[in-house]
């Protein structure tokens, strides 16, 4: 995939009206709708302001949640969960609409800009179309939720033709949601001229660039729960990476296909025959692949379980692997000290549970005291990395999680791919 794609800075969007899609997906509280983190809202800013100084009129737009945009799906989905869909009705459809409304986020929006952001009540119906009609330079409005629309995930030409037909540029800089092949993540881009934020900029000059053109040695740490869920990561890292560290509940069945026993820790047992693939592909190709040599494993898995640190190999049938241990916290800690770029995606335990989080939280210290160029994959490691204070010491941590993954997968992203080439 081609990753030099062009920015905001390439076109001319002075008196132009801009459809700029943003990832608002923001987290809030379920009793109040209140934003708890606004971060995805901040990493915003930059590309708005940037296009409000420019004299452009913003038309944003973004998902948020899961909402059912129909009735027959609310009801699909409701009696999927166990209720009668006799008893629904459209009103308390319309509710749940409501709770993942765009309208606290264009509030808070307003308030980080200091100046109003204007809302729409729908996507492309009369309400926003006059809006943005009446728009001026300088003045940015909020679309609603873009999947209020049913056509938005079906990635509906006729939807996107009327996003579309509301401005004169498409500007992407929803990195986490460019995986999906949407109406507002590319759909619209047959439409417009279309162009990335400064945020995708970032995301595609960074991973893109330690990728394609690593600074060595490049060292992967790959963490997370499920082998199944990093097939394409390993397997496309084994062709680029110099090592790659192994840790998470992943880490059990790797050990499980070397012969080990692994206890009640979580186990994908179809994906062995993998796991083995993958060993003797990383030997083949000279890639050190490090697996945790002890394990801090629990016989429950509860915050209050007791740590106990065993042998990888040989963890006790009434137990679980929660973390990796001392003596692979000192091995993986070592392997990443002079390392040139450093790609993490994954946790290494339960870095919820404090009694084990301790390899998590050795990793990201030995990370924030290399040299090297740290990059963390988004989702759950980077949750972890802002939790434990490291997050400022690492060069980039992406925004997209899923997006980050199937990149390093090296999967063409539909939100990407449709943007135009320098």
């Known amino acids: 995939m081609n990753y030099n794609k062009k920015t905001v800075k390439d076109v001319d969007v002075k008196g132009k009206k801009v459809l700029l899609r943003c990832d608002f997906n923001v987290p809030q509280d379920k009793a109040t709708g209140a934003i708890t983190d606004d971060k995805r809202i901040r990493a915003a800013l930059p590309t708005i302001q ?3 100084d420019q004299g452009a009129a913003v038309i ?3 998902h948020l949640g899961k909402p059912n945009a129909t009735f027959e799906s609310y009801v699909k989905k409701q009696a999927e ?3 009668d869909p006799a008893s629904l009705t459209e009103e308390e459809w319309k509710k749940s609409l409501k709770k993942l409304s765009l309208a606290p986020v264009a509030k808070r929006l307003g308030e980080l800009l200091g100046r109003e952001v204007i809302m729409a009540a729908d996507v492309v119906g009369p309400d926003a179309t006059a809006k943005a009609a009446a728009l001026k330079p300088g003045e940015i409005l909020l679309l609603e939720n873009t999947r209020f629309e049913k056509g938005e995930t079906k990635n509906d030409p006729e939807l996107a033709k009327k996003m579309a037909s509301m401005a004169q540029v498409y500007v992407s800089d929803a990195f986490g949601a460019v995986h999906r092949a949407h109406a507002s993540t590319a759909g619209v881009a047959d439409y417009l001229p ?4 400064f945020l995708i900029q970032k995301e595609l000059e960074i991973i893109g660039g330690a990728l394609a053109n690593p600074k060595r040695p490049l060292v992967a740490i790959l963490g997370g729960s499920k082998v199944s869920s990093k097939i394409g990561v390993i397997n496309n890292l084994l062709e680029i990476a110099d090592t790659i560290i ?12 070397q012969g080990g026993s692994v206890g ?3 186990l994908e047992a179809d994906w062995l025959d993998y796991c083995n693939e993958m060993m003797k592909k990383a030997a083949d190709k000279g890639v050190k692949l490090l697996l945790p040599e002890d394990t801090v494993c629990a016989k429950e898995f509860s915050a209050d379980a007791e740590p106990i640190t065993v042998d990888s190999m040989n963890i006790p049938d009434d137990c679980m692997g929660m973390d990796i241990g001392p003596k692979a916290i000192a091995a993986y800690s070592e392997a990443v000290k002079d390392a040139g770029t450093i790609i993490w995606n994954g946790p290494m335990g339960v870095f ?7 390899g998590t939280e050795a990793v990201a210290k030995a990370l924030s005291g290399t040299a090297a160029i740290t990059i963390i994959g988004g989702g759950d490691s980077a949750a972890a990395v802002q939790q434990l204070g490291y997050a400022d010491k690492m060069t980039h941590i992406s925004t ?3 997006a980050s993954l199937e990149f390093m997968e090296g999967k063409e992203l539909p939100g990407v791919a449709c943007l135009l080439d320098r």
């Open 50 to 52: 940037y296009l409000l």
């Open 60 to 62: 944003a737009c973004s």
């Open 81 to 83: 969960k166990g209720k």
């Open 194 to 197: 279309a162009v990335s934020g």
């Open 246 to 257: 192994i840790g998470g509940g992943m880490t059990y069945t790797f050990l499980k296909a």
């Open 264 to 266: 009640k820790s979580l």
């Open 352 to 358: 919820e549970f404090p009694a084990f989080a301790k």
């Open 400 to 402: 997209g999680g899923g």
